[in-house]
Nanobody, 115 residues
Framework: QVQLVESGGGLVQPGGSLRLSCAAS????????GGWYRQAPGKQRELVAS???????NYADSAKGRFTISRDNAKNTLYLEMTSLKPDDTAVYYC?????????WGQGTQVTVSS
């Protein structure tokens, strides 16, 4: 059974940084497109960053220049490095992998940016 487990969320002050991790099991993150999404209260889930199986990356305008998506194939883990965080970045962040047999999601990790 495919599992994606996020970690690394928390409370951070504006301007701070966090690194989110998404550890995958029963699916190889290097073989499929992956991404990070977020959902703030009262808003729809939105794509923050994606990475193709070739390693090409794409970012939402709100994330460009501040967030970096990457993966460690040896650890079978996706990452989202977030810097210069703003209160508007507050949301539950979810990782996603689009496999052959389904679209898989993690349980989410809360990121709160507040002073």
């Amino acid at each position: 059974q495919v599992q994606l487990v996020e970690s690394g969320g928390g409370l951070v002050q504006p301007g701070g940084s966090l690194r989110l991790s998404c550890a995958a099991s029963q699916i190889l993150v290097e073989a499929f497109p992956g991404g990070w999404y977020r959902q703030a209260p009262g808003k729809q889930r939105e794509l923050v960053a994606s990475i193709s199986s070739r390693g090409d990356t794409n970012y939402a305008d709100s994330a460009k220049g501040r967030f970096t998506i990457s993966r460690d194939n040896a650890k079978n883990t996706l990452y989202l490095e977030m810097t210069s965080l703003k209160p508007d970045d507050t949301a539950v962040y979810y990782c996603n992998v689009e496999g052959h047999l389904g679209n898989y999601w993690g349980q989410g990790t809360q990121v709160t940016v507040s002073s």
